[in-house]
């Protein structure tokens, strides 16, 4: 089994700053690029940030110069750093990975979601 578990969403004014964390843990042995999406009411899931193995980094559009994306990988942890927050940053914010298993071999993996709001 993989778990992810994701914390540091919540309630925040605009200008603000979060920090959100994803942690994998269980049978998952090798983690490959690690990233983070985003749901907004009424919207599609999109891509905020990913960083591969290597360290390479992308982002979306409307959070470059904002957002940082890193990983620990002693650690298994990414972290998606969120600075100057908007009101249209809010959304439940997923955890995805790429990892092996054992069983499984190579699969992508989801946390279960953190909520930010971003209030103006």
């Known amino acids: 089994q993989v778990q992810l578990v994701e914390s540091g969403g919540g309630l925040v004014q605009a200008g603000g700053s979060l920090r959100l964390s994803c942690a994998a843990s269980g049978s998952i042995f090798n983690i490959g690029a690690m990233g983070w999406y985003r749901q907004a009411p009424g919207k599609q899931r999109e891509l905020v940030a990913r960083?591969?193995?290597?360290?390479?980094?992308n982002y979306a559009d409307s959070v470059k110069g904002r957002f940082t994306i890193s990983r620990d990988n002693g650690k298994s942890t990414a972290y998606l750093q969120m600075n100057s927050l908007k009101p249209e940053d809010t959304a439940v914010y997923y955890c995805?990975?790429?990892?092996?298993?054992?069983?499984?071999?190579?699969?992508?993996?989801w946390g279960q979601g953190t909520q930010v709001t971003v209030s103006s």
């Open positions: 960083i591969t193995s290597a360290g390479s980094t």
């Open positions: 995805n990975i790429d990892g092996w298993t054992i069983m499984t071999g190579h699969s992508d993996y």
